[in-house]
Every structure is written in C-alpha cells, then in structure tokens.
C-alpha cells in the first residue's frame, strides 16, 4: 500500500479492492469530503447498519473507538468505521501512541477512514507527519490540494454546463480571480451567477454584476491602483474594503503580500531566474499564478520602488502591532505614501 492519486482511488473504489486503513488530507476540503463519502458508500451502502457502521469525530474516546474496530461484520461484508476531523493537538504523547497502536490492531473485515476535511493538526504536526508514515505501509494516502488555474477554470466550464450555460476561457478566470480556488465557492458562484444571468453564455456584464469579490482580490485592484498611479481608485477600493468591515490587519496582510511577490518576480527576472523556480523555492504550489499577476502589475515601477514600498509596509506592521492608532487615517496615510512612491519612480 501507498500513496494514491485521484486515478488510483478511483480504480480501486470501481473494483472494491479496498484497503484497510484510508488516510485522506489535504487543503482542498471538497475532494476531502466528496471522497470521503464516496468510500464510505462504496464500503457500507448509502443506507448502513448501525451494527457496520461507526462514526467519530474531535475528542474521541479511545476504548470505544478500539472497540469499533475490533466489530465483526454482521450480515456485511464489511464493517466501517470514519474518524473525521480528529483532535490530534488535544492529545498528549501517551494518546497519540495509543491511537497508533489501536489502528495496527485493526481486524480483518474491518474498513477504517481518517479524514481531515476542516482539521489539520499544528501543534502535534509531527505526530500527524509519522501517521501519514505510518498509513502509507498499512494502507492508502489520499491527499488533495488546491488546483492549478487551468485545471480550475475546466471545472468552471463543466459547472456553468451543468447549469444550462457557456462560459468563455477568460471570464471563468475571471471568476477564480474575484473568488479564489476554494472549490466549494466556486461551484457555488457559478451556480448562482448562471440562475442569474439571462442569456445562454456567462457575460463579463454578468460577473461584475453578481459574482462575489474575495479580500485578497480586492487587495489586488487595491496595490493595481496604487501601483499605476490611480489614487481615486486605490482610495475609493479601500474606502470600500472599510465599509464592508474587513479588518485593517487582514488589508494589510495581503497588501504586504502583493508586493512580496512583486518584489520575489523583480528580482527572479534580473537575476535570470525562471518563475517556475521562485514558486518552488516559496512554496507556491498551484498559486504560482500570482507572481505572474505581480509581474504585469509591477512592469513600470521601479525595482527601488518596490523595495522602499515594503519597507514602509513593514514599519505599518510594526505599528499596527505595537502601538494605538487610529486605523482607518493610517491606512489611509500609508496608501497615499506608496502612490508617492509609485508615481516618482515609474519606469
């Protein structure tokens, strides 16, 4: 047994050939679910036995939970057992080796499912790290993660099919851009703004008009406007961004974040270094499209533009965390400082 991808999982859930243990984790939460259910389906029926079937979640106990897995079927050939969104951080040293132990004793007939939808462990990270480990000898790793942009505006297109309309290439990124790749939202959105838009084809006109716009891209048409010079723009954005009450922090978090990455691209580009690399070398992964997005953002500012923007970015960190300010003429000082900035030194 090992790790498997989606094709593997697939294969072995259509021939039955199911493992003992399943481990499935990740940061994109509806593969997680989705799959999760589909195993516990495939192994139990959609409609289980109570005497086949057994569930648990965040702080388990643990004699129960040895318990279920030692069950023979009754009446089944299988007897399932899931541990969604476990508590790992809640337990000590000595829990942790108990669970382990109890998962090895697993019997035969019996189908065990970890998953981690919403949960990831921090503080006892290591000890989840040597589960995975452990899971890959004795049975099957699934692990999901966010999806690249393309990959994402195919599952754009079939959603919008789905709802009876067509959606062109550049609007469904579009859509990912005002939202994000949560999966879950984006299926979502697009199932909203095809009830609502009125003809056969998803529109530009349709997206601005419904299509919900997430913090970090509203962030971006904020350090766009700043880094092009365009001040009623960029004021009117964050004049926005404080009336629907995101927090000053969060602004700034992301702001900071846009011009990390600018700065990242800038340098790459004149050392000779490809993106590709810079996105492996950050941990990127499949958001390495935003260094992209920086590049074209920043191609007439000055490299000596970026580095004095984010060094006044990060005196605004430093102050928004150490002292008491007036928030809202702050933010707004600091946006003015780095237009300044911006329009003395454009290329």
Do not use: Y
């Given at each position: 047994m090992a790790r498997l991808t989606e094709a593997e999982l697939k294969k072995q859930i259509k021939?039955?050939?199911f493992?003992?243990?399943y481990l499935i984790y990740g940061n994109e939460q509806m593969f997680i679910k989705q799959y999760t259910k589909i195993i516990v389906e495939a192994v139990a029926g959609k409609n289980p036995s109570d005497f086949n079937f057994h569930t648990f979640s965040g702080d388990i106990d643990l004699d129960d939970f040895a318990a279920s897995l030692q069950i023979v079927p009754f009446m089944s050939r299988y007897n399932?057992?899931?541990a969604s969104d476990i508590y790992f951080d809640n337990m000590d040293k000595d829990s942790l080796?108990?669970?382990k132990e109890i998962v090895q004793r697993t019997i035969e007939g019996t189908v065990l499912i970890i998953s981690m939808p919403t949960s990831t462990p921090s503080k006892n990270l290591a000890a989840?790290?040597?589960?995975i480990k452990y899971a890959e000898k004795l049975g099957s790793v699934c692990e999901f993660n966010k999806l690249n942009q393309s990959v994402l505006e195919k599952y754009v297109a079939k959603w919008a099919n789905e709802n009876g309309k067509l959606i062109s290439h550049i609007n469904a990124s579009k859509i990912i851009s005002n939202c994000g790749d949560d999966l879950n939202l984006l299926k979502n959105e697009v199932a909203k703004i095809s009830l609502y838009a009125s003809g056969d084809e998803i529109t530009l006109a349709d997206i601005d008009k419904l299509s919900t716009v997430n913090l970090e891209a509203k962030i971006f048409a904020l350090s766009d406007a700043v880094l092009n010079g365009?001040?009623?723009k960029?004021?009117?954005t964050l004049d926005l961004l404080f009336y629907q009450r995101e927090e000053p922090i969060m602004m700034l978090y992301v702001l900071s974040s846009s011009y990390v990455d600018a700065y990242r691209i800038r340098v790459a580009d004149e050392c000779g270094v490809l993106k590709e690399d810079v996105a492996k070398e950050f941990n990127y992964?499949?958001?390495?499209?935003?260094?992209a997005n920086a590049r074209k953002a920043t191609s007439k500012v000055s490299t000596e533009a970026l580095r004095k923007s984010l060094c006044i970015l990060v005196e605004a960190d430093e102050r928004f965390k150490t002292s008491s300010i007036n928030v809202r003429l702050y933010m707004e000082q600091l946006i003015a400082r780095l237009l300044i900035i911006a329009k003395e030194s454009r290329i």
């Open positions: 021939s039955k050939s493992s003992q243990l399932c057992v899931v080796d108990r669970f989840f790290k040597n589960l365009n001040g009623d960029a004021f009117n992964k499949n958001r390495a499209f935003t260094l």
